[in-house]
């Protein structure tokens, strides 16, 4: 399967943000913290092997070139895009091979004095690399969750019972640095919570669980409305209150004033 | 140098106007100035002097630390979560105010709407996933609540494993016994769920289904990446909350009141909008987009762009006149969703 061409604006977009992503997460070496896309010769085979026949060219002077000389996976993406751009230049994009599938664009393209298969052949590599991008890092949202409204989803702050891991909102400026090993896990948050409130009242102990008894020292966290704030769930559920809840509820709540004075207007007829 | 060298450490941003355009490439467009810096020293990366990059903007490429061997699966965690600890969690922990106040919308006890408008939180199903000691799973649908403190007792009391929630319905739903299909769902957050689990084909780090390390989880980084600026800038959406699933995935909520309005129909639409699926497809569905493809493809037609005129038709309406009514004079050329898909009203 392949993207059309000329290329929707919304693909060429999600290229031009994913592409500094390919380069720094999939094509490196595992060393290096990638899959190796560009760096294994298993693995650049099978992007070399995407190529379209007409290229063929291309692939074999690549495999050749990648494995007797040393490069860095950035310069094979490179040494690839070039290879393309030059041979898109060069204008000679037949296959070898007839298609006779598609009768009514051939009679098109016949009209537009055009070779199809040179056409389709030039198209196909001038796209190639937005492919290869796509292919490997677009996201791949499950779309049985989103397609229906009554569609469950796990409640945010719960616990996943497997890995015992809370579901943690991600704040928008650590799209890039959030780490899902840092998370934390039920145990380790109520352990840090009692070990809060027995720092903060070692001589009240025996009161039991359901009191948080604060130090009498004001310097402390006695304003704590939340009891989570003395946990590693602190930075997580503050950044989710600045950036999304706090904004929400007053837009929800400006919404339903403005709601309550266009009934009253239209009760008293005041337009 | 050496066939295992660091990555190359720039300074500063991908220029993004070297990336090719769909227009032929030429060798002036790549910058070689990225192939002759080298780092032969990692560089741990501190989040907290990364500047925050713009969402649009393409990140600095900046060298990522050596993967260390963790990885998450179910196997490598601990066991379990027992009944002790999430009742501790539930008892003290678990913020019933930001549910209540995230999913009243304004409405309910103490609104500015005087009590006049719908209790959307009321309204708003939930449902337990409750562990009974005999380890069995007990299923409670349509569980519905009045106030913060009425969703905090059940929840205490229940100790679910796991709570889900669903959509806002026309009546609340612990009255579904007695209303049956009038109870209709008529709201709902756009939400998206991203698994790993579907990445397992281009997955090179060793995991595989519900494991996870620092290497591959760079996939979800990427997806909010692109899928921000998407439903921003396409859609017009502003209150969109990333979630971590806990083991293996995120998910997004959307909030604006134009995606909770969206209909099923509107729904898949946008879906649709979002997927580009050049792999194999292991979705039985029938209504992604390679299913269409094939679709299209059987039925050997050709059709033009569409354009963004007035003629807009939704995803579900198009498919099922294009399958059934062999549309002549309408001429969009698809190869796929979404080059072409004109939205209905939302």
């Given at each position: 399967m392949h993207l059309s061409y000329p290329l929707h604006p919304y693909i060429h977009r999600a290229y031009e943000i994913l592409e500094p992503f390919f380069i720094r997460d999939v094509i490196v070496s595992k060393k290096n913290g990638g899959h190796g896309l560009l760096y294994s010769e298993d693995q650049y085979m099978q992007v070399l092997n995407l190529l379209p026949e007409c290229a063929a060219v291309i692939r074999e002077m690549l495999q050749e070139s990648w494995s007797t000389k040393k490069s860095t996976p950035l310069e094979r993406w490179n040494d690839l895009k070039k290879h393309i751009s030059f041979f898109i230049k060069q204008g000679n994009f037949s296959s070898g091979r007839k298609n006779s599938t598609e009768e009514r664009s051939k009679k098109v393209a016949k009209t537009l004095h055009v070779n199809y298969e040179d056409e389709k052949n030039r198209q196909l590599l001038e796209i190639f690399c937005v492919e290869i991008v796509i292919r490997y890092t677009y996201p791949r949202i499950d779309i049985n969750v989103s397609k229906m409204r009554n569609h469950l989803l796990k409640s945010p702050?719960?616990?996943?019972?497997?890995?015992?891991r809370v579901c943690v909102p991600i704040s928008k400026t650590e799209h890039r640095t959030f780490d899902p090993f840092a998370v934390p896990t039920i145990s380790q948050i109520v352990q840090e919570y009692f070990a809060a409130t027995k720092a903060a009242a070692p001589d009240s102990s025996e009161k039991g669980d359901d009191e948080m008894v604060i130090s009498k020292d004001p310097a402390s966290k006695q304003s704590c409305r939340h009891k989570w704030e003395h946990t590693s769930l602190y930075p997580y559920y503050t950044k989710f209150q600045n950036e999304f809840l706090i904004p929400l509820t007053k837009e929800s709540l400006s919404y339903q004033r403005q709601n309550v004075t266009d009934r009253k207007d239209a009760v008293n007829m005041d337009f | 140098m050496t066939i295992d060298m660091m990555f190359p450490d720039t300074e500063g941003e991908v220029d993004s106007t070297t990336i090719p355009r769909p227009t032929a490439v030429t060798s002036e467009d790549l910058t070689p100035n990225d192939e002759t810096k080298h780092n032969t020293t990692t560089t741990l990366i501190d989040p907290s002097t990364q500047s925050p990059r713009a969402v649009s903007g393409a990140p600095a490429v900046t060298p990522y630390p050596p993967p260390s061997h963790r990885t998450i699966s179910s196997s490598t965690e601990e066991p379990s979560v027992t009944a002790p600890l999430l009742s501790l969690y539930y008892q003290h922990l678990f913020p019933y105010d930001f549910i209540y106040q995230w999913f009243r919308y304004g409405t309910g006890t103490n609104s500015s709407s005087g009590g006049n408008s719908m209790n959307l939180f009321l309204h708003r199903e939930f449902s337990f996933t409750i562990q009974n000691p005999q380890k069995d799973e007990i299923y409670l649908r349509y569980q519905s609540y009045a106030s913060e403190s009425d969703f905090a007792s059940a929840v205490q009391k229940r100790c679910p494993m796991k709570i889900d929630i669903g959509a806002i319905f026309?009546?609340?739903?612990?009255?579904k016994h007695t209303l049956g299909s009038a109870l209709t769902p008529i709201e709902r957050e756009f939400v998206l769920d991203i698994d790993l689990t579907d990445y397992d084909d281009i997955r090179?780090?060793?995991?595989?289904?519900?494991q996870i390390c620092p290497v591959c989880w760079k996939y979800m980084s990427m997806a909010m990446a692109t899928l921000n600026v998407a439903l921003r800038e396409?859609?017009?959406?502003?209150?969109l909350q990333w979630f971590y699933s806990g083991r293996r995935g995120i998910h997004g909520w959307i909030c604006d009141a134009a995606a909770k309005t969206l209909t099923d129909a509107g729904r898949t639409a946008v879906a649709n909008y979002l997927t580009v699926r050049l792999h194999f497809c292991?979705?039985?569905?029938?209504?992604?987009a390679c299913g269409l493809f094939d679709s299209l493809r059987t039925n050997r037609m050709e059709f033009l762009s569409w354009g963004h005129s007035h003629h807009s038709f939704s995803y579900m309406t198009v498919r099922s006149t294009w399958e059934r009514k062999r549309i002549k004079t309408c001429i969009c050329r698809i190869?796929?969703?979404?080059?072409?898909i004109v939205l209905t009203r939302f």
């Amino acid at each position: 399967m392949h993207l059309s061409y000329p290329l929707h604006p919304y693909i060429h977009r999600a290229y031009e943000i994913l592409e500094p992503f390919f380069i720094r997460d999939v094509i490196v070496s595992k060393k290096n913290g990638g899959h190796g896309l560009l760096y294994s010769e298993d693995q650049y085979m099978q992007v070399l092997n995407l190529l379209p026949e007409c290229a063929a060219v291309i692939r074999e002077m690549l495999q050749e070139s990648w494995s007797t000389k040393k490069s860095t996976p950035l310069e094979r993406w490179n040494d690839l895009k070039k290879h393309i751009s030059f041979f898109i230049k060069q204008g000679n994009f037949s296959s070898g091979r007839k298609n006779s599938t598609e009768e009514r664009s051939k009679k098109v393209a016949k009209t537009l004095h055009v070779n199809y298969e040179d056409e389709k052949n030039r198209q196909l590599l001038e796209i190639f690399c937005v492919e290869i991008v796509i292919r490997y890092t677009y996201p791949r949202i499950d779309i049985n969750v989103s397609k229906m409204r009554n569609h469950l989803l796990k409640s945010p702050f719960c616990v996943h019972p497997k890995t015992g891991r809370v579901c943690v909102p991600i704040s928008k400026t650590e799209h890039r640095t959030f780490d899902p090993f840092a998370v934390p896990t039920i145990s380790q948050i109520v352990q840090e919570y009692f070990a809060a409130t027995k720092a903060a009242a070692p001589d009240s102990s025996e009161k039991g669980d359901d009191e948080m008894v604060i130090s009498k020292d004001p310097a402390s966290k006695q304003s704590c409305r939340h009891k989570w704030e003395h946990t590693s769930l602190y930075p997580y559920y503050t950044k989710f209150q600045n950036e999304f809840l706090i904004p929400l509820t007053k837009e929800s709540l400006s919404y339903q004033r403005q709601n309550v004075t266009d009934r009253k207007d239209a009760v008293n007829m005041d337009f | 140098m050496t066939i295992d060298m660091m990555f190359p450490d720039t300074e500063g941003e991908v220029d993004s106007t070297t990336i090719p355009r769909p227009t032929a490439v030429t060798s002036e467009d790549l910058t070689p100035n990225d192939e002759t810096k080298h780092n032969t020293t990692t560089t741990l990366i501190d989040p907290s002097t990364q500047s925050p990059r713009a969402v649009s903007g393409a990140p600095a490429v900046t060298p990522y630390p050596p993967p260390s061997h963790r990885t998450i699966s179910s196997s490598t965690e601990e066991p379990s979560v027992t009944a002790p600890l999430l009742s501790l969690y539930y008892q003290h922990l678990f913020p019933y105010d930001f549910i209540y106040q995230w999913f009243r919308y304004g409405t309910g006890t103490n609104s500015s709407s005087g009590g006049n408008s719908m209790n959307l939180f009321l309204h708003r199903e939930f449902s337990f996933t409750i562990q009974n000691p005999q380890k069995d799973e007990i299923y409670l649908r349509y569980q519905s609540y009045a106030s913060e403190s009425d969703f905090a007792s059940a929840v205490q009391k229940r100790c679910p494993m796991k709570i889900d929630i669903g959509a806002i319905f026309s009546h609340p739903p612990v009255q579904k016994h007695t209303l049956g299909s009038a109870l209709t769902p008529i709201e709902r957050e756009f939400v998206l769920d991203i698994d790993l689990t579907d990445y397992d084909d281009i997955r090179n780090c060793g995991c595989q289904q519900a494991q996870i390390c620092p290497v591959c989880w760079k996939y979800m980084s990427m997806a909010m990446a692109t899928l921000n600026v998407a439903l921003r800038e396409d859609f017009g959406f502003h209150h969109l909350q990333w979630f971590y699933s806990g083991r293996r995935g995120i998910h997004g909520w959307i909030c604006d009141a134009a995606a909770k309005t969206l209909t099923d129909a509107g729904r898949t639409a946008v879906a649709n909008y979002l997927t580009v699926r050049l792999h194999f497809c292991h979705h039985a569905c029938g209504l992604c987009a390679c299913g269409l493809f094939d679709s299209l493809r059987t039925n050997r037609m050709e059709f033009l762009s569409w354009g963004h005129s007035h003629h807009s038709f939704s995803y579900m309406t198009v498919r099922s006149t294009w399958e059934r009514k062999r549309i002549k004079t309408c001429i969009c050329r698809i190869r796929y969703i979404p080059t072409f898909i004109v939205l209905t009203r939302f």
